[in-house]
């Protein structure tokens, strides 16, 4: 049986969790919430991450366009995904929530907009 | 390259000697290894006009400190830079200590220095309440005065420029080579001949005099370092008060600034490298121990920088300025230590008259005696500000918060001549990035606006000389 | 001069926030002044997620946040204008502002929200020795010329101070390929959020130097390296423990301060402890029907609590509008102890209050294992076990207005710490 020791990253609070491997069986104790139980598995087992970054964006009001994963990928991922990130560029106008890449990298996540930008 | 007069180095003297030589009709021309005018000493100094009562009697230091001093209401006028007679006071701590104070006070009423008076410890206090427990007499000196440094530098630039003299920068003097009539000045652009030379290189004067002289000078890079703190604390004193000069220089001063803010140093230690200008959490301390020394109270935790700046201190003690013995058309402006802002004014004059003597020139007809301070409309009154603005809309969007600074002010900055081409060239023409949050909030959008200006990519902006550019290249 | 109800300095998350509420209060002539091209403040270069949780409960990025306030003041049709810079702030309540479309304009306003937020600490005012070459920078300013302009300021980097803004940036500048060398923390704990800790540095390998300090800039032109010590207990440096990094590049996430040069102008009261103006439990400063939320009040932690504290500040401007005649007051002091560094707010009047009242405040240390009491004079009303509690997070508590019953002679409230 193995212990780890983590602070919870799903929100703000920073819960100090214990977790317990016992092969399959993981459990979880210190979380607050369902979140935290549900971070400190996946984080032992196959840990992921919100990926935050920008692209460049072309005839903007602003240079850069903010955009994240639509969803959790795999913390392994982060730096191939950030390849495909740097290379890209997009047109204004953009919506909040628009896709830029789809299943990015076949991470299963789409790279979405995080922010309207008007053309100027 | 060709002119009759060449000045290596673009500090207050070099600028006041363009200024005053602009007047007559020569070609002048102003060389300095910098990006900017004002980079060197200029920038980093306490920013006083002093009286003139501690210089040496019969010395340079106090013939041309007096004369400057005197000089230099009429000329903020004329010029329009920030300077303000506010007083400048010596503490005198212990009663045995008062036949040195005697001393000063008797040193400067024989150079001639006006509104001198000696005071008591009670009526010292009552014009300067902040002043420390420990105290026997004071010395006044009602002309003492504070200035901006970059102000003054910087002016006297422009108005020089606007009567055609010419400044080259980046421009490095690598050798002088002396030549029938005048000289051969090998520079990084290139070679420039012209018939007076005008050494007015800061801690590097030695190195230019000893080109082409055998009356070797040594300079020694004396450091000063400062702390200067947020305009709250700007009423802390209203005079600048020094301490009774002892072996060791007038030491720590404390003094408001032209601009509000409260100024405390310098310390003094000699270093080999000229270009040695870091702050040391040593000196700190003992620049601070010593302020707390003059003024009570100071209020240190709102400094908002630390800074130093280097002296020209020369081996005999004294300015070195005049024609060189041994090499006719150079004129040396060396060993500009304290009061050598004070006395810049006084030395360009002097420099100037002494050369179109041995150039045989006479003066322009249409000479451009005045110059006009870059509009700064939160001086301004409430009406007067709206109306220009209306006028000069880019004068109503500020960039810089804690100072008010516009982007008209920002752009005419860079527009003027000589004109800035680096984030410290604009912060010393008009504020932007003094301020409280030292460029915190500014930079990007001041960044923007030089690379507009300039043409120039937001990669090679710089904070000053060339490799100070703010983004690292891969 | 023209008129109006509220005007609210700030388009930030807290004037957004504040206008918001206002107008769901009643207030129908409402006027925001953002100095920056657009509304949203700081949150548009605050490109991570982690935002909303509280507040929509869902893990927004900063400009997603943004958004959806922008969005809501947007529906009902509140003013803004943006690139106007306030000048001055009277305590009658002119505000003048200026703009280039605009010029100078004086406004006569019936309440102010004030809402400007706060800026970071430089490297002059932390006393760091050594050059002053370019590579300097606050975190934030290398932020928005990241995030917002596009450019790396850097590809070896030294982080002194472990702000979550430098946090952030420690992992946002790996993610574009710079290497980020070591964070170094003056104090012997995080100033930033444990989640920051794990997500920023941890992920990447960046270590966290506690109780150090930069010692020394070398580079005269560019940053050349930089020069790391260890402090002892009092956050001097320990000479011979001296470490060089060779980086071009050091961010400062040294702490942030309330912007109140207007506030003090107006001659309203400063708390020491927060640097930002003393508010009354509805948020109202010394100043009459100038009223103070978010980063400008206090520096938060978390965006939602900004948000939350707006609301109620945009409220009370709404109310205080409104309100004709003068009412009863019976203002308490909210009195610290034993770590607790400050409340806000500072004084709560126990008749005009709210039913609950959210009190925030923050320890001066790390304080673990022990109780969070409340008196009201002398007697304990509450007591509360802690098991940790850090000067990098916001605490809050929540006072009733009934517990004030039978309570018409308290002279005081106090709260603190105690084993």
Known sequence: METRELICIGCPLGCNLTVTIDGSEVNVTGNTCQRGADYGKKEVTDPTRILTASVKINGGVVARLPVKTSRDIKKGMIMEIMEKVHACSVEAPVHIGDVIIKDICGSGADLISARDVDRV | MKTDVLIIGGGVVGCSVARFLSFYDIKVMLVDKEEDVCSGTSKANSAIVHAGFDASFGSLKQKFNIAGSKMMEELSKELDFPYKRNGSMVLCKYKEDEPQLRKVYENGIKGGVEGLKLLTADEARAIEPGLTDELYMALLAESGAIVCPFGLTIAMAENAAANGAEFIMDCKVEDIIKQEDGYLVKTGKGDILTRVVVNAAGVYADAIHNMVSDNKLHITARKGEYKLMDKEAGDHVS?????????????????PTVHGNLLAGPTADDVDDKEETATHAGSLEELTAKASDLVKDIPFYNTITSFSGLRAHEEGGDFVVGECDDAAGFFDAAGIESPGLTAAPAIGEYLAAKIAEYLGAGQKDNLIRKRRAIPSPSEMSPDERAEYIRSNPSYGAIVCRCEGISEGEIREAIRRKPGAVSMDGVKRRVRAGMGRCQAGFCTPRTMEILAEELGIDMTSVCKNRKGSELIKAE | MENREIVIIGGGPAGLAAAAAARQNGAEDILILERDRFLGGILNQCIHNGFGLHTFKEELTGPEYAARYISQVREQNIECRLNTMVLDLSADRVVTCMSRDRGIETIKAGAVILAMGCRERPRGALNIPGYRPAGIYTAGTAQRLMNIEGYLVGRKVVILGSGDIGLIMARRMTLEGARVLAVAELMPYSGGLRRN??????????????????????????????????VDAASKPIPGTEKFYEADTLLLSCGLLPENELTRAMGAQICPATKGPAVTDSLETTIPGVFACGNVLHVHDLVD????EAAHAGRSAALYIKRSSASQHRTVPVVTFGGVRYTVPQSIDTLEMDDKLTVRFRVGSVIKDKKLCLYYDDDKVSSVNKRVMAPGEMEQIVIKKDSFNGRDDIKEIRLGIED
């Open chain 2, 239 to 255: 005079h600048t008060i020094f301490l009774l000069p002892g072996k060791m220089g007038k030491g720590v001063l404390v003094s």
């Open chain 3, 197 to 230: 800790i794990v997500q920023c540095l941890e992920d990447y390998d960046i270590p966290l130097l506690l109780s150090h300090t930069v010692t020394d800039i070398k580079g005269k032109e560019r940053v050349e390296g930089i020069e790391i010590s260890e």
């Open chain 3, 305 to 308: 609590y900004v948000s939350e």
